[in-house]
């Protein structure tokens, strides 16, 4: 398997725009995580989804994000307008389970998108 | 309130010599708790893993770790660090409830001098 798939890598983009990122997790995983990590801040969950249903969004900062799994192999997160205090890395990561709750499932990270917002 | 605390957030160390990277957690009961490291621009891997039984735990890389209750701790440790293992190290637990998640750590930041 490919692994968790995120695109793009980089994104630099001015005050305002939309942004819109984007996920594809490994097949057969019914649980879908969006992750933003900013130095003050760590690594914290924004929203996660099971079988392709919203499940927790408390970690949703503002109403100017949002996030959707259309399917169960792609998800997109997305900001709209987007600031300068949202520049981050935004990782997603799936699982079998929730939090890998077995001995054998963990949760699986993609490499990230680190966005910039001038 | 549920929580982790990393409390180094940098450390260095030189190769060959042992590491211990420290992780409390705040919480109402015994967690699932894990370990997961983060290369240079890359996504974040899960070191280990605790859910119950033994309390010493062994994970990948030659690194294990260890479940204290009375501690509320759950350390990070290798006997010899490589150069390769310079990363970001997080703790984090699984918290319980209808809506459960990881708990995360702010992370500790692993230098290794040759």
């Known amino acids: 398997d490919a692994g968790v798939i995120q695109s793009p890598r980089h994104e630099v983009t001015e005050m305002g725009q939309e942004v819109t990122l984007r996920c594809k997790p490994i097949?057969?995983?019914?649980?879908l995580f969006w992750y933003r990590q900013t130095m003050m801040r760590g690594l914290e969950l924004l929203i996660y989804?099971?079988?392709?249903?919203?499940?927790?969004d408390s970690g949703m900062p503002e109403d100017r994000f949002s996030a959707k799994m259309p399917n169960a192999s792609f998800s997109t997160l997305k900001i709209q307008p987007s600031e300068p205090r949202d520049s981050a890395v935004y990782f997603c990561?799936?699982?079998?389970?929730?939090?890998?709750?077995?001995?054998?499932?963990?949760?699986?990270f993609g490499p990230g998108t680190r966005l910039t917002v001038l | 309130a549920q929580s982790v605390t990393q409390p180094d957030i940098h450390i260095t160390v030189s190769e060959g010599a042992s590491l211990e990277l420290r992780c409390n957690y705040s919480y109402g009961a015994t967690p699932y708790l894990f370990w997961y490291v983060q290369s240079p621009g890359q996504g974040l891997q899960l070191l280990l893993k605790y859910f119950s039984g033994d309390t010493l735990v062994q994970g990948i890389k030659g690194f294990e770790a260890e479940f204290k209750r009375s501690q509320s701790s759950f350390n990070l440790r290798k006997p010899s660090v490589h150069w390769s293992d310079a990363a970001e190290y997080f703790c984090?637990?699984?918290?319980?409830?209808?809506?459960?998640?990881?708990?995360w750590g702010l992370g500790t930041s692993l230098a290794v001098n040759p």
């Open positions: 097949s057969g995983h019914d649980y």
């Open positions: 989804f099971n079988n392709n249903v919203p499940i927790d």
């Open positions: 990561a799936s699982s079998r389970s929730v939090g890998g709750l077995t001995s054998t499932d963990t949760q699986y």
């Open positions: 984090a637990f699984l918290n319980a409830g209808n809506n459960r998640k990881l708990i």
